[in-house]
């Protein structure tokens, strides 16, 4: 069942883009007197096209937004455009520097640097990163009343590349312009680092960070590093790879800038399954802790609830591959996933309230 007229690529594509944001609305746009129409059939596994042909929603997802980075022309969402605008003065400003606090801006508007117009890419927070010795300052000063409108989201380190000192992240980052102020962003290395193992460690849900990925590839200068990229971890450069493959695979990012050695080979079938599974409903709501909105704690003392709770909240096999720091191989995901369960679980006992 279509819910309004089948829309054309370009806006389709933005439908789709708002949708991966997190709404079921686009915000409107210069281009555009009315937001396109989200639809979404009764059978979320389908969409009905104007010719009748029927498609998984994963597959059309992945055809829409197949090389979308690069089309320039391509209707902007400028999304948290002001929110930087009033974050930027507060963090380079007089105060800032009186603290010597220089913040990398991670992730959404530095992600959006990578595609011919930033307005392409949403975003709906701002990631920064400060040194750990300035983490207390830096929340000071966004905890004051001018910046009380914004999301942003302070970081004293990053997970996904803890193989790397924050030193050397800081030392290699590079200044971009914004307005009248220029701001740091990660070197193109650690960039590309970052935007694939932070896809991974959230299993994928997000198409648009592939797009992210499909948008760096395809713009890497001759000079780049790719032992810099990789890092010093094995496992975690195969993390890298295997990122850049997806984007390769499911949405056509070109190659053709990438070494011989980077190709990540034929992917896993799971993987590819996985992927696609949760592009089928690829909103944040259908994420944990969203989706679960009743504490598996209320369970415990009802089995066929406690059951219930524990198959609704089984790890994706690539949150569960990454928590571990296992293998993205073809063997089976079941010891990964048994291993990410029995760790929440132990999370879970070791936090839980004594009783009485």
Not at 21 to 34: D, I, K, N, R
Not at 146 to 155: I, K, P, Y
Not at 158 to 164: A, I, T, Y
Not at 226 to 234: E, F, N, R
Request: hydrophobic residues 40%.
């Amino acid at each position: 069942m279509l819910l309004g007229s089948l829309p054309g690529r370009r806006d389709l594509r933005l439908e789709l883009t708002a949708c991966f944001h997190g709404s079921l609305q686009v915000p409107e746009c210069a281009s555009h007197t009315q937001a396109p129409v989200i639809f979404y059939p009764p059978d979320p596994r389908t969409f009905r096209m104007e010719n009748e042909r029927v498609e998984s929603r994963s597959h059309l997802v992945s055809r829409m937004l197949s090389g979308s980075w690069r089309e320039a022309d391509f209707p902007p969402l400028m999304i948290s455009a002001a929110q930087l605008d009033e974050v930027t003065p507060l963090l380079y400003g007089s105060g800032a520097a009186r603290e010597e606090i220089e913040p990398i801006l991670i992730k959404g508007w530095a992600a959006a640097s990578l595609y011919p117009e930033r307005g392409l890419r949403p975003y709906g927070d701002i990631d920064l990163l400060v040194r750990p010795a300035q983490y207390e300052a830096a929340a000071e000063i966004l905890a004051r009343p001018e910046a009380g409108d914004c999301w942003v989201d302070l970081h004293r380190s990053l997970s996904e590349l803890d193989d790397r000192s924050n030193a050397d992240l800081f030392s290699r980052a590079r200044l971009l312009p914004l307005k009248q102020s220029t701001v740091r962003v990660l070197s193109l290395e650690d960039h590309l680092a970052l935007l694939t193992v932070h896809l991974l460690k959230h299993g994928a849900w997000r198409p648009l960070w592939l797009c992210d990925i499909g948008a760096a590839i395809e713009s890497l200068p001759a000079e780049f590093d790719w032992d810099t990229c990789l890092g010093s971890s094995k496992r975690r450069a195969g993390w890298i790879k295997v990122g850049i493959g997806l984007a390769a695979h499911l949405l056509g990012a070109s190659t053709d800038r990438l070494p011989a050695f980077i190709d990540a080979g034929e992917l896993p079938r799971w993987l590819i399954e996985a992927v696609r599974k949760e592009w089928q409903n690829p909103l944040a709501t259908n994420q944990p802790p969203t989706k679960h909105p009743v504490p598996i704690a209320s369970q415990l003392r009802n089995p066929a609830g406690l059951w219930r709770a524990v198959c609704e909240r089984w790890p994706n096999p690539i949150i569960a591959t990454i928590s571990i720091n296992g293998q993205l191989n073809r063997y089976p995901r079941l010891p990964y996933q048994l291993g990410n369960w029995a760790m929440r679980a132990a999370r879970f006992l070791f936090h839980a309230p004594a009783n009485g």
